[in-house]
């Protein structure tokens, strides 16, 4: 890999001696890690991936000796675990160590939703998540990493940061993974090499300072925001850095790291951060800080549009809530701690501490999913959703399940028709390894796939070893 030599020059400013370790690193291979889904691996513990290595500052993140073909793993389609870059599982550990109530959380710039799931799994129970991506495609793919992960206390938007300036100091924690000029991803990303300049460099270090100047006035005073790219370079990390603490009014924070992590200390004149270098720790290259909101920056401005956003809130509106929730209710565990709602048709259980607060964001914001989507009415047919199988609210005892072999759970994440010639009439929940992977409406010759067609597997190779990922095994397909 033949890297710019602007870059190199840049590097050495950065790192001196240490250079030629880094760019011998970048050489490498990449290393593989994948993140559990704790709420799934709870309800269905298996065999887990051992001799596995843990990834040091996460409790849910492990390396694994090679790379599978997860796409051919139906495991990974059930949201089981998530393909994760290790170093960007840190913000598990800041928010383990920083927010220790249940909290109002906005991932800025989520997609594809890496680290929208490690905040999911570091935030404690109650809180409530805004996933957002910009880019609409882009945020189909966040919203479909979300309806994996299964947790109902989310909510996925498809906006400009500045839209968020119409919830002024709403936000306990908001987290910034900037877009930014990729120089930690050139191990993985030959296009990031190709696309690297330092005109590039300022360009994104100029479009990071908007992005969080548009959404600071989301974040409540005291309120912790989380700044990380994955480039090395000053401009973008600690000198946007000291602009956040100067002009918008912050102090760093700092968190306790374990040496034999291998994660750097950054300090320029105060910025402090942490750095991950791929010649020190087992990852790409990142770099994160933490400022805490002054408790004196609310302005005049963002106490107005306070007072406006309060208005509206708390203004008498009809109520959206079903009241007779009879035929949806049994479909998920907890039905007493979510309001249903419908709309064209579709019933979406909200989780009741936040239902609210998610009406409020429909009415300003466009969304993509929130909540649990339970099904659509079509006719006479109930038809379950997709949304609902990945949930960790199903109640499997509402519906008739059925268990595929790994060759028609393929065919079945291909959205082909399968045949269950076995199995009742009717609506099934079908599962592999008793994890549900999705619905179908089995007809008898034949079960309509309702797999979400936007998510099928496309490629119709099949792999001569079965991905075992999770079960601690690899079974030979080749007959």
């Not at 994160?288 to 963002?302: I, N």
Request: hydrophobic letters at 40%; one cysteine or more; aromatic letters at 10%.
């Amino acid at each position: 890999m033949k890297l710019p030599e602007e870059f190199i020059v840049s590097l050495r400013s950065l790192l001196g001696s240490e250079t030629e370790q880094l760019l011998a690193a970048l050489e490498g291979d990449t290393p593989v890690s994948i993140r559990l889904n704790p709420h799934k691996t709870a309800r269905n513990p298996m065999a887990l991936i051992k001799p596995a290595q843990p990834v040091p500052w996460s409790e849910w993140g492990f390396y694994l000796k090679e790379r599978p073909a997860f796409t051919f793993d139906p495991l990974f389609h059930a949201g089981y675990y998530y393909v994760q870059e290790a170093s960007s599982m840190f913000v598990e550990h800041l928010v383990r160590q920083l927010v220790t109530a249940p909290s109002l959380c906005l991932d800025l710039c989520g997609a594809p939703g890496g680290k929208s799931v490690t905040l999911m799994t570091a935030l404690p129970e109650g809180s409530l998540l805004v996933s957002n991506e910009l880019i609409r495609q882009r945020a189909n793919i966040l919203s479909e990493t979300m309806t994996r992960f299964g947790d109902p206390c989310s909510v996925v938007t498809n906006n400009h940061p500045g839209d968020f300036a119409a919830f002024p100091a709403l936000f306990d924690l908001i987290l910034v993974d900037a877009p930014c000029s990729g120089e930690g991803m050139f191990r993985k990303d030959e296009v990031a090499v190709q696309e690297w300049s330092p005109q590039n460099v300022v360009m994104c270090a100029a479009r990071q300072k908007e992005i969080l100047s548009d959404v600071w006035p989301a974040l409540k005073p005291g309120g912790i925001l989380i700044y990380s790219t994955c480039t090395y370079n000053r401009a973008e990390n600690e000198e946007n850095a000291l602009w956040m603490a100067q002009k918008l009014g912050a102090d760093f924070i700092e968190v306790p790291t374990e040496e034999e992590w291998g994660i750097t200390p950054s300090s320029l004149h105060g910025a402090a951060g942490y750095r991950f270098f791929p010649h020190k720790t087992r990852g790409e290259g990142l770099f994160v800080t933490l400022l805490r909101k002054s408790e004196a920056a609310l302005s005049e401005a963002e106490s107005f549009s306070k007072g406006d956003y309060s208005r509206k809130k708390n203004r008498k509106r009809p109520s959206l809530f079903m009241k007779d929730i009879s035929d949806y209710a049994g479909m998920i565990k907890h039905p007493e701690l979510y309001d249903f709602v419908e709309t064209d048709n579709r019933i979406t259980a909200l989780p009741k501490a936040h239902s609210e607060t998610l009406l409020s964001f429909r009415e300003r914001l466009r969304i993509v999913s929130m909540g649990v989507e339970i099904g659509e009415k079509k006719g006479k047919d109930f038809i379950p959703s997709h949304s609902l199988a990945m949930s960790r609210e199903l109640n499997r005892a509402a519906f008739r399940n059925h268990e595929l072999p790994y060759d028609k759970a393929i065919a079945y994440l291909r959205k082909e028709a399968i045949t269950l010639a076995d199995a009742p009439k009717g609506f099934l929940l079908l599962t592999y390894h008793d994890e549900p992977i999705g619905f179908v409406k089995n007809i008898g010759n034949r079960a309509n796939n309702l797999y979400p067609n936007e998510w099928r597997i496309r490629s119709g190779y099949l792999p001569e070893v079965r991905p075992e990922v999770l079960l601690g095994q690899s079974v030979d397909n080749r007959y």
